[in-house]
């Protein structure tokens, strides 16, 4: 029997180890946390009495599903009931099997765990509270999350498996979508609307037809409208370029005399200085904004202008300065369109997790940047489709004003599969596709 440990920053990186390392026969003997992420031991040629033959059947997957049910309900009641009750806490957890040192496989039938019955009414809050150790619930937060995550890679590896062979058709378009870069609950859902369609090519040319109403721009150009826009993202996403670009649009087609510049970045060296001179490039004016000086009363002198565009620092979303930005932005006397701009260039984490951070202010839409150095749309496709985002506008290079356009989804998704991956996802990828369907609130596939 080999048996060897993996190192890796979560779960689902730690079992694409396992998987590469020793096949998709190798079995999972134990998990912990560790500094700065998680430790698997895995044996290959593990021999179990009770493992039952590794063929994929419906009954092994209900019984997978109906654990991962119980695991979330579980956590759940965890997190409601930590430190206000002790006592249930481990008469809820009694029988579920967290220790590590057990194998776990999507070929092991799981046993359903028993719930031991309180004899006796919990103890006053206070007084359970202070016996609670919160090691202990940080510890047992990680198992539940730790075998979450080995439910939801076994349960992907499990559907795509199961779909290859039932409905190879369904299972090539999953593949197709996949090379775009589609979120799993994106492409479940797209599929959706045509179970109807047999004919491979009819069904691919209604999946972007599909792709492309679910695509939200806005009916009123945002300039048109006029008001207050501000850039909000991190940095590095093209917002003071992309404000540039507005700014010259605006200028070109209506004259300076109606717009102006404001600047809340006071963090990135040069920032005010690159706003400045495109004020004097441009012949407009620009108002900088400090650190807790009053956007109102910053922008009560330039209310008469008919666009006032505002460029916004991109800071952690640790920052305390961030949460008082967005604070401003979202004041009901500032009446701003916040646009959240996304380069095309980066990672799905990202893309999520700049969406989290600034949603705080209130977002009119998103605007996609570096369209002409991406390998991928279906990333910010995904995020802005399943978050209900319109895309204001689009860049694809530096020119300025001539690389901003306004968006047509056809085109947009055209694009998107013109830069598509030229190789077939692997089969992790695939699996992982599928977790990521689990994962999401609707738990059906296929």
Same mark, same amino acid.
């Given at each position: ?29 134990? *998990? ?21 033959? =590794? ?6 997957? +209900? ?6 049910? =119980? ?15 002790? *006592? ?38 206070? $007084? ?43 299972? *090539? ?14 492409? =479940? +859902? ?18 972007? %037809? ?47 005399? *109606? ?38 009363? %910053?922008? +009560? ?14 800071? $952690? %979303?640790? +920052? ?35 969406? !989290?951070?600034?949603?705080? &202010?209130?977002?009119?839409? &998103? ?19 399943? !978050? ?50 689990? !994962? ?7």
């Amino acid at each position: 029997m080999q048996v060897k440990r993996f190192f890796a920053a979560d779960m689902r990186q730690a079992m694409k180890l396992v998987r590469d390392e020793l096949g998709a026969d190798a079995a999972i003997i134990g *998990n912990r946390r560790i500094a700065g992420g998680v430790e698997l031991t895995a044996a290959l040629d593990y021999k179990l009495s009770a493992l039952t033959p =590794r063929v994929p059947n419906m009954e092994l997957e +209900d019984e997978l599903r109906k654990t991962q049910s =119980r695991i979330v309900t579980a956590q759940a009641e965890l997190s409601m009931r930590g430190e206000a009750d002790g *006592n249930t806490n481990r008469q809820l957890f009694a029988g579920l099997p967290l220790t590590a040192g057990l194998p776990l496989t999507a070929a092991e039938p799981l046993s359903e765990p028993t719930y031991a019955a309180p004899a006796r009414p919990a103890p006053a809050p206070a $007084q359970a509270s202070a016996g609670v150790d919160p090691r202990a619930l940080d510890s047992m937060r990680f198992e539940l999350n730790s075998l979450r995550e080995l439910m939801e890679v076994q349960l992907g590896t499990l559907a795509w498996n199961q779909l290859q062979g039932s409905r190879p058709a369904q299972a *090539n378009l999953y593949r197709r979508l996949q090379r775009i870069g589609l979120s799993g609950p994106l492409s =479940r +859902d797209l599929l959706a609307m045509i179970t109807d369609i047999e004919e491979p090519r009819q069904a691919w040319r209604m999946l972007l %037809a599909h792709l492309a109403r679910m695509i939200a721009v806005p009916e009123v150009e945002p300039l048109e409208e006029g008001g207050v826009i501000a850039m909000v993202g991190p940095a590095g996403m093209g917002k003071t370029t992309t404000l540039a670009k507005l700014a010259a649009r605006y200028v070109l087609k209506y004259g300076a005399q *109606n717009v102006a510049l404001v600047s809340m970045d006071s963090f990135r060296i040069g920032a005010q200085e690159q706003l400045k001179t495109l004020g004097r490039i441009l012949n407009v004016p620009v108002t900088h904004v400090d650190p807790g000086q009053s956007l109102v009363q %910053a922008l +009560d002198p330039l209310l008469r202008k008919r666009v006032v565009l505002i460029d916004t620092a991109g800071l $952690q %979303a640790s +920052d305390p300065a961030l949460r008082m930005q967005l604070e401003s932005l979202a004041g009901r006397g500032i009446r701003s369109k916040n646009y959240l701009v996304l380069a095309t260039t980066s990672q799905k984490q990202v893309l999520t997790a700049a969406y !989290h951070s600034y949603k705080r &202010c209130g977002l009119a839409g &998103c605007i996609l940047t570096k369209l002409d150095e991406t390998a991928s749309l279906g990333e910010v496709l995904s995020l802005a489709i399943s !978050h209900e985002l319109p895309v204001a506008y689009l860049t694809d290079g530096p020119r300025i004003p001539d690389d901003l356009h306004l968006p047509r989804r056809h085109q947009l998704v055209s694009r998107a599969v013109s830069v598509q991956m030229q190789e077939e996802p692997s089969e992790e990828a695939m699996a992982d596709m599928f977790a990521d369907i689990y !994962h999401s609130p609707t738990k059906q596939v296929g």
